[in-house]
Nanobody
């Protein structure tokens, strides 16, 4: 299984970016796609997740109201729309696929496959 993340870049505070994550192949055992991020000197943290079947979305409190996650099953691609970006959103963003249950959706240990990461830089 390969995950290809794209769409990162540099933007000023208040701006928007859309990240994409193409999953190949999208097997029935990988029911959830998620986004995590890691800022310099910090641990990786959960951002958002959605189930291919339509369950979710699940969003961290820090991005609720600003970010949205969606998926296109026909394209085997998940998206993270990021609006009203803040400097503290600066990080490498990773997409991941796995089969976590509801209570483990935000836990990176329950995702088996990871993309290479895409850098998002937000300047003030």
């Amino acid at each position: 299984v390969q995950l290809q993340a794209s769409g990162g870049g540099s933007v000023q505070a208040g701006g928007s970016l859309r990240l994409s994550c193409a999953v190949s192949p999208r097997t029935s055992s990988l029911r959830t796609v998620g986004w995590f991020r890691q800022a310099p000197g910090k641990e990786r943290e959960f951002v958002a997740a959605i189930r291919w079947s339509g369950g979710g979305p699940y969003l961290s409190d820090s991005v609720k109201g600003r970010f949205a996650i969606s998926r296109d099953n026909a394209k085997n691609t998940a998206y993270l729309q990021m609006n009203s970006l803040k400097p503290e959103d600066t990080a490498v963003y990773y997409c991941a696929a796995g089969n976590p249950i509801l209570t483990t959706t935000r836990d990176s240990r329950f995702y088996d496959h990871w993309g290479q990461g895409t850098l998002v830089t937000v300047s003030s």
